[in-house]
């Protein structure tokens, strides 16, 4: 059996916490999915060389497991944000989709190391949808999601790529630089895209992809052909039970030149076209907003069921006096 101390000894996260958001208490003995909502102070600071968060994201995540076993052990799935969990990438991938299939399922890879982790802190026993990046200092070239149920192995078949980049990634981002070379979204990095768990079918998407669903046209060819992608996948079988959008970081501002602002409309949008789906946003956030981002004016859960979603918020409880 592993201790919080341990955990907070070999992480050092003993000041990190973890609460329900207010008034989700109530609904606990009902969830069956908890959405994590994380402090980005916890997150790696500015001046570091490397955007990697694994010295401590396991100890986060043994946190947020210990806590839902503890106070919501009905709930089936735990869905966390876009860049969970970040590595530094031994060396540079190419756009061979052989290539990123062997990377995902390498042995020894700090990648395949930090699943290994979770494996060995127990943090498997239930189904996670979690970001887990790749990065090359400060560039992000590998942006995903990945499904975990059980088992520590990565694939194609369980590893959502972020498909659609943002201006700046246009040089960097091997999913969308892969789709923009074969001009289409390949069958490989199709087949993720709707997940089935033990609660029903669940979209996912990554950061930037949910700005592919909102209801402006969307300009290139190869951006119609992403977009033509997942409306195509979401009606492969019924309607996804889940929409789930796993962002970066999103902090509490209504300028319309936020991303913040872009991903209130996504999520708006999303409702809109899947009626019958509940819509839930993840990210990290600052301290001063984890209240207020996923709460009712910025991105709750929405749409059919959201009572079946509580939300977490992990806390740098240091920054709460």
Excluded at 229 to 254: D, F, Q
Aim: aromatic letters at 4%; hydrophobic letters at 40%; glycine letters at 6%.
């Amino acid at each position: 059996m592993i201790s919080e101390q341990h955990v907070n000894n070999r992480y050092d996260v003993e000041n990190i916490s973890c609460r329900w958001l207010g008034g989700d208490e109530r609904s606990l003995h009902s969830a069956e999915v908890v959405r994590v909502i994380i402090d980005a102070n916890i997150q790696n600071d500015d001046a570091a060389s490397s955007l990697s968060n694994i010295k401590w994201q396991p100890g986060v995540l043994w946190k947020v497991v210990d806590r839902i076993r503890r106070d919501a052990p009905r709930a089936k799935l735990i869905v966390g944000p876009a860049g969970f969990f970040t590595v530094d990438l031994e060396s540079r991938l190419s756009e061979k989709i052989e290539d990123l299939q062997y990377y995902l399922a390498e042995s020894g890879t700090n990648r395949d190391q930090v699943l290994r982790t979770l494996d060995e802190l127990g943090c498997l026993d239930r189904d996670l949808l979690i970001g887990l990046d790749s990065c090359e200092g400060k560039t992000l070239p590998l942006q995903t999601v990945i499904h975990l149920s059980g088992s520590p192995n990565a694939t194609l078949d369980n590893t959502v790529l972020k498909i659609f980049a943002t201006n700046s990634e246009q040089d960097s981002l091997v999913g969308w630089k892969i789709c923009v070379k074969t001009g289409k979204v390949p069958s490989e990095l199709a087949q993720s895209r709707l997940i089935s768990t033990e609660i029903g079918n669940i979209l996912i998407l990554v950061c930037n992809d949910g700005q592919l669903m909102r209801d402006k046209a969307v300009g290139k060819a190869i951006e119609r052909t992403m977009k033509e992608h997942i409306l195509e996948m979401a009606g492969k079988e019924s309607v996804p039970r889940y929409v789930l959008l796993a962002t970066h970081w999103l902090k509490a501002t209504r300028s319309p030149r936020s991303g913040t602002s872009v991903f209130i409309d996504v999520i708006k949008c999303v409702s809109k076209r899947w009626k019958e789906a509940t819509v839930i946003p993840t990210m990290f956030t600052p301290h001063a907003d984890l209240e207020k981002i996923p709460g009712s004016d910025y991105l709750p859960v929405i749409g059919r069921e959201p009572s079946t979603v509580a939300t977490l918020l992990v806390v740098d409880k240091n920054l709460d006096d």
